[in-house]
Every structure is written in C-alpha cells, then in structure tokens.
C-alpha cells in the first residue's frame, strides 16, 4: 500500500518560511516524479510544484516562482517543499504526489493525472 506522509505544516506571519517535507512509502521513490499541490479554502486544488524523476527538472506555479523551492533527496526517500515570502493568500492545504510512471521524461508537473497516489494533505496559514 502505497502512503505519503506529509509534514512541517502550520502558523507563519507574513514574510516568514516553513518547509514541508514528504516521505512515501510502498514503492520505489528514486524513479517518480513528485509535486506539491494546495487547496486554499473554498477554492480548487491547484499546482504548487513539481520535480522529475532525477531531480534535474523542477516546475513552478507562476505564483510561488522566486518564493518556493522543491527538492528531493533520494538517500533519504524525502521531497522538500521550501516556502518564503509567505502570503496570506498562501494559506491552504498542502498535499504531496508521486508520479503515475516511473523515468517519466514527458513529465510536467502541473497535470493531476501525471500523478497516481496523493497525501493527506498538511495545514499551511499564514497571518498578515
């Protein structure tokens, strides 16, 4: 069974930072794709952020480019959301995804359905 485990959500004033972190487990980590995704409330989830496979791409939303940085590391099983210049429009439920096929080079990140399993999602708010 596959799970993802996110974390490292929670209350942040304006300007401040919070890295998520996600670890899944029951399938092999190094050859999928990860992204971040967020649902602010009362809105559709939306693309966050994304990684391939091998960790030399990575994609953005036009909203958090320069702000938030996505990462993995492969030792650890782990994928890393960094979060600074927080908004309080950055306010949501942050969830983590692994990719639908393994060494996938036609990957790019935004499209629900490049994703095959997702977390339970992790609370970001951030006050002004």
């Known amino acids: 069974q596959v799970q993802l485990i996110e974390s490292g959500g929670g209350l942040v004033q304006a300007g401040g930072s919070l890295r998520l972190s996600c670890i899944p487990s029951?399938?092999?980590?190094?050859?999928?794709?990860m992204g971040w995704f967020r649902q602010p409330p009362g809105k559709e989830r939306e693309f966050v952020a994304g990684?391939?496979?091998?960790?030399?791409?990575?994609y953005y939303a036009d909203s958090v480019k320069g702000r938030f940085t996505i990462s993995r590391d492969n030792a650890k099983r782990t994928v890393y959301l960094q979060m600074g210049s927080l908004k309080p429009e950055d306010t949501a439920v942050y969830y983590c995804?692994?990719?639908?096929?393994?060494?996938?080079?036609?990957?790019?990140?935004?499209?629900?359905?490049?994703?095959?399993?997702w977390g339970q999602g992790t609370q970001v708010t951030v006050s002004s």
């Open positions: 990684i391939n496979w091998s960790g030399g791409k990575t």
């Open positions: 029951g399938r092999a980590f190094a050859i999928y794709a």
């Open positions: 995804a692994t990719g639908r096929r393994s060494y996938d080079d036609t990957y790019r990140g935004s499209d629900v359905d490049e994703y095959a399993y």
